[in-house]
């Protein structure tokens, strides 16, 4: 029995590169937005609760920019490895 992620090699093997990329923007798009869309929910919420507006919704609004550009970072990393572009090892963006 081989290993659990060969089905999806496997099936990332079969698609067409344009599906392939296609999947890949889709993910980005809903990911970043959300990311963000969450810390302001979470801000806004725990400001009404504790009656301290504005102080986490701003808090957790930046801290939600920062993991979606750490996030943008990752895939864009993820994008250049899977698509057969070596990254070298003294470039400073890694």
């Known amino acids: 029995m081989g290993k659990v992620g060969d089905c999806l090699n496997r099936q990332q093997k079969s698609q067409t590169p344009f599906l392939s990329r296609l999947s890949l923007y889709l993910g980005v798009a809903f990911e970043l937005p959300g990311t963000?869309?969450?810390g302001l929910l979470?801000?806004?919420f725990l400001d009404?609760?504790?009656g301290t507006?504005?102080?986490f919704l701003i808090a957790f609004t930046v801290i939600a920019f920062a993991g979606?550009?750490?996030r943008?970072?990752?895939w864009a990393k993820?994008?250049?490895v899977r698509d057969g572009?070596?990254?070298e090892k003294d470039d400073p963006a890694h």
């Open 36 to 38: 963000i869309l969450g």
């Open 42 to 44: 979470v801000g806004y």
């Open 48 to 50: 009404s609760y504790l």
């Open 53 to 55: 507006s504005p102080w």
């Open 68 to 70: 979606a550009f750490m």
């Open 72 to 74: 943008l970072l990752h």
């Open 78 to 80: 993820f994008a250049r």
């Open 85 to 87: 572009k070596q990254i």
